[in-house]
């Protein structure tokens, strides 16, 4: 349980945080009703179903099932803990977290300085680029490459001047000390010296969604490996920072987050993503020098429904693109890889042959497992038996890793077409290898999928439970939760423990205590005691809101509808013929009690 820090803070943080505002950073919200509503930023859809409710400061997403309080929703578009997402919200309010609350705040502090430092970095370069002398190099070398000051303003490129302390200087007068240039990774120290980092460099900010400069990429203008015996590499990135987690962002993913497309195109270079934005395609990003990371995946799975891989067509590339295609499956998504024949990446591809030949490759993006299998194609002669033999038993440990048995089943059938195999066969060679696995199904998105296996686990538990019974002690708990006067009813005739589900138990309990402290109930509060797999089922129960208002009479109903499920979900299971009619009794006992109020 992530509580280390006090309820009265916590208290605080939600008071002064609106979580309309915080979230129309990420979601355009438009006022519907009583709600606020949007497109979800948890998963992909073109009509919204992603609401936020400002009184009671909770959003919900009826797509996806994404729901929660501000923390849960800082938690998840930032990818930070309890604490973190907690420490970003006080901050955000002006909060000072008192230290004996269970931790520091130094690293936060020193993140929020080195955000600051880089921005004023950023803009530096930027007018050393634009500086006739001394942005000479940068200007010749982006001429080069056909990148106008249009695309040099959006992605805000820069020019490091070859100089070892002007960057310093320049943030010395801004405030910014050598060994804070140092830590945030903009300064090297060398033999007790402090240089400047980038020297003579085309400067790439790397920005993360919300605007914040986390890091740099800088790629030399010439292709000079060496100068007196030191080996120059070709880009030199920032190094991670309180700042700047590499594994956790993407270049240019604040741009395509913003395009209408469905799908994202990975790629494997700062320059790669520019030369393609400019076509007018926006909807790619590229990992930060660094093969690509779960965290990443995750991150994109967020914005698109299909990562189409777009590598350099190299050995390096190949090999690159078939580790990026496990990675994304691992994080439950779907990819599809580009295939750029006669050039070696999508900058070169586009120089060579125009937009619309891009887009076109883009259309044509075979799926991961087609190209998977195209690999292990070349590498066997499969007009011979032996070729063919081989060729289906790689082949097939390829089809075994197919989550989707539909999928599967219209590779056999190809292979089997294109091999002149007969399908049983390669089918009794796919079932070889993956008898054992004994789920296969077709793969959803991500979080669909965890919904799914959260309400089949629920099933299971709650054999003894019904839709109706679930509904009415949904509601009843709503209204418990907004009323101290209909609690006071309810609470006489039903107890945490008679709730019918674990979560409804847990949350029962924690509405019961906080009236036992005569505190209003608080959902925002309330909610932070539930994990990530519990959440949206809690949640749901104060984001009812087809159900919000209820009197007393209302609350007889439905501890009338709870008894009468409860009663016929025991006659179902009952053989005693003697309990059996006690049962009866008691349900007929609900009946007539339910009738005196229906007349
Ligand atoms: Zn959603």
């Not at 990371?293 to 698109?304: D, F, G, P, S, V």
């Not at 990446?345 to 883009?362: H, L, Q, S, T």
């Amino acid at each position: 349980m992530p509580r280390r820090i006090s309820d009265d803070i916590i208290a605080r943080i939600n008071d002064e945080n609106d979580i309309i505002d915080y979230v129309s950073q990420y979601v355009q919200l438009k006022k519907t009703g009583r709600d606020y509503s949007g497109l979800c930023p948890f998963h992909h859809e073109k009509t919204p179903s992603f609401h936020v409710s400002q009184d009671k400061q909770l959003f919900h997403c009826f797509g996806c099932g994404a729901s929660g309080n501000l923390v849960q929703f800082v938690m998840r578009t930032e990818n930070l803990d309890f604490v973190d997402a907690i420490k970003l919200l006080a901050d955000r309010a002006g909060i000072i977290i008192p230290e004996d609350d269970g931790f520091t705040d130094d690293n936060h502090e020193k993140k929020k300085r080195i955000l600051e430092m880089n921005k004023c970095a950023a803009r530096f370069f930027y007018s050393c680029l634009k500086d006739k002398k001394l942005g000479e190099k940068g200007q010749q070398y982006l001429a080069k490459r056909n990148i106008p000051w249009k695309t040099i303003t959006v992605y805000g490129l820069g020019y490091a001047p070859d100089s070892r302390d002007l960057l310093l200087k320049h943030l010395a007068a801004n405030g910014f000390s050598v060994e804070e240039a140092a830590d945030g990774g903009l300064a090297v120290r060398r033999e007790g010296k402090i240089y400047d980092k980038f020297r003579g460099r085309v400067m790439f900010p790397i920005i993360d969604v919300r605007g914040n400069v986390i890091g740099f990429g800088g790629r030399v203008t010439d292709d000079v490996k060496e100068v007196n015996g030191y080996k120059i590499p070709k880009y030199l990135n920032s190094p991670e920072t309180a700042a700047f987690d590499k594994g956790r962002n993407l270049f240019s993913l604040n741009l395509a987050k913003n395009s209408k497309e469905s799908d994202l195109i990975l790629c494997e270079g700062y320059m790669d993503v520019i030369s393609v934005y400019q076509a007018g395609i926006k909807n790619i990003v590229a990992t930060l020098g660094t093969a690509i990371t779960e965290n990443q995946a995750k991150l994109m799975l967020r914005y698109a429904g299909e990562i189409l891989i777009c590598y350099d067509s190299d050995e390096a590339g190949v090999k690159a693109t078939l580790r990026a295609i496990d990675v994304i499956s691992g994080a439950g998504g779907r990819s599809r890889v580009i295939k750029l024949g006669g050039a070696k990446d999508p900058d070169e591809y586009i120089n060579k042959n125009g937009v619309e030949k891009f887009k076109e490759a883009v259309r044509k993006a075979v799926p991961s497992t087609e190209f998977r299998i195209s690999l292990i194609k070349k590498q066997y002669d499969t007009t011979t038996t032996d070729g063919k033999i081989m060729f289906i038993d790689e082949a097939a440990n390829v089809l075994a890793s197919v989550k989707d048995a539909v999928e599967a089943d219209a590779y056999i059938t190809k292979i089997a077409e294109d091999t002149g195999i007969s399908r049983g066969a390669v089918l009794s060679k796919y079932r070889e290898k993956t008898s054992g696995n004994r789920h296969r199904r077709i793969p959803m998105k991500t979080e669909y999928r965890k919904q799914t296996e959260r309400k089949e686990r629920e099933t299971v538990r709650k054999e003894n439970t019904t839709p109706t019974l679930i509904a009415a002690e949904k509601r009843l708990l709503g209204l418990m939760a907004q009323s101290k006067k209909l609690y006071k009813i309810a609470e006489k005739r039903i107890k945490p423990d008679d709730f019918s589900t674990q979560v409804y138990r847990k949350l029962s309990r924690l509405i019961y205590d906080s009236y036992d402290h005569d505190n209003a109930p608080e959902p925002a509060i309330i909610l932070n005691s539930f994990d990530s797999d519990e959440l949206s089922e809690a949640s749901e129960v104060f984001y009812n809101f087809e159900v919000y208002d209820g009197d007393e009479a209302t609350v007889a109903e439905l501890l009338n509808t709870i008894t009468l499920e409860k009663l016929d979900i025991r006659i179902k299971n009952e053989t005693n013929a003697a309990v059996l009619a006690e049962l009866f009794r008691e349900r007929q006992k609900a009946i007539e009690e339910k009738n005196t109020w229906e007349d």
